[in-house]
């Protein structure tokens, strides 16, 4: 029976970090996804496995479905979040030993329009397109036909490509653009930085009630380089950045003296940045090193 047990964890421990990509897909916490994970694990072990042919299967239809529950109920918390909602960053430096198998797709200004979706779009947008499980896993999730559900993949793709950010395939001239950005903004070069922002640009920043940030989307470049330069001044020489991979994409980490204050994503396209996204509420930055 033990190694029976033994077995069951070596198999979940090697899938682990795909579970806890799809639960942040859905979730856009690494708390969450995690509490998740853990209990399909719980909920795995407590079932009659005679059952299950396929365990990895049913593992991630499960987790699938703890986590729907769990973003439907966090709607409702996150309707009364103080200023804009953004996901918890993951910030890897490519640390092969992450936790979470992130989707080259879910970046922070990605999982900004994921919001956007009901639960149940949402749920099949990420499974079906993203992770690729076929309409028949998905209608398990969702408690919906295989038919209903590719209506709901069509709706919420339909949604995602109106809203969805545009971006710079190549990453090194992603990395060149957050460099200079970061060259622009700390020495307070208002020239330079009006030059790397696309003139439609967005800002959002999340300080979640408990540090000042903006409480309402920025836009336009001159705008948000205020905004930028106001915050530098703010915080004075103390204040730094470090480049960083942020859900997959070159990013930065922003210091004040060795404090981690803020995890900034970037959008970019064409050589200019279209989106940044600022998260600053010390709750989502604990497990940022």
Known sequence: M?????????????????LAGVAYGLLGSVDEADDVVQDAWLRLVRADRTGIDDVTGWLVVTVSRLALDVLRSARVRREEYVGPWLPEPVVTDGDPAERVTLAESMSLAMLVVLESLSPAERTVFVLHDVFGLRFTEVAEVVGRTPAACRQLAARARRHVSARAPRFDVDAA???????????????????????????????????????RAARRPIFGAAKVARFLLGVAERFGDGWRARPSTVNGLPGLLRF???????????????????????????EKLRRVK
């Open 256 to 282: 004040r003296g060795n404090e981690l204050v803020g995890v900034m994503g970037l959008a970019t396209a064409g050589g200019r940045i279209t989106e940044i996204d600022i998260v600053m509420n010390p």
């Open 173 to 211: 001239e992603h990395r060149k653009v957050v460099e200079a950005f970061s060259e622009a903004t700390e020495g307070r070069d208002l020239d330079a930085l009006l030059a790397l922002l696309d003139p439609e640009v967005v800002l959002r920043s999340d300080g979640g009630g408990i540090v």
């Open 2 to 18: 033990n190694d029976d047990l033994d077995e069951l964890a070596a198999e979940f421990h090697a899938i682990r970090p795909r």
